[in-house]
């Protein structure tokens, strides 16, 4: 299972399913062909939680990757490829959500109602939504179900 395990793992399907790429790598990151990239779906972990990072979207992105999915043991964190949309476009966007949201959960964390930690998984999460709202982006958290 692809969410349990101890470092990254990638799966790259195409938009039929089949499987086009799977690799493993380390704690924080992995890495896959580019020439597999365009118009699949990224399937990977996150070990230590949390939604799709910075270098995920960018990716995504850069090489208009269909939809990138980030799975952990509690949740499945899903983007589809937004229209028309280059890095430098939302770069501004997401540096001025993620100032704000540091921010909220710094006042959190010092009043006691947040750790550190829940901050560290929540942080992506917060800022995806918010790129989402404001830009239209289709992007969703799923709760996945404990075995």
């Known amino acids: 299972m692809v969410a349990a395990a101890p470092a990254e793992a990638i799966i790259i399907l195409d938009g039929n399913g089949h499987t086009l790429y799977t690799g493993a790598g380390e704690r924080d990151r992995v890495s896959a062909p580019v020439s597999v990239l365009e118009d699949s779906i990224v399937i990977h972990n996150h070990p230590g939680g949390g939604s799709l990072s910075q270098q995920d979207v960018r990716l995504m992105l850069e090489h208009e990757i ?16 937004p229209n028309a949309v280059i890095w430098d476009d939302v770069a501004e966007l997401i540096t001025v959500l993620m100032d704000e949201i540091r921010e909220h959960h710094r006042d959190l964390i010092l009043d006691g109602k947040m750790t550190y930690e829940e901050s560290e998984q929540r942080r992506w999460h917060e800022i995806w939504t918010g790129v989402a709202e404001i830009r239209g982006w289709a992007y969703r958290m799923e709760p996945r179900l404990r075995r």
Request: hydrophobic share 70%; no cysteine; charged share 20%.
């Open 66 to 81: 269909a939809q990138v999915r980030a799975v952990t043991l509690d949740a499945v964190f899903v983007l589809d490829l």
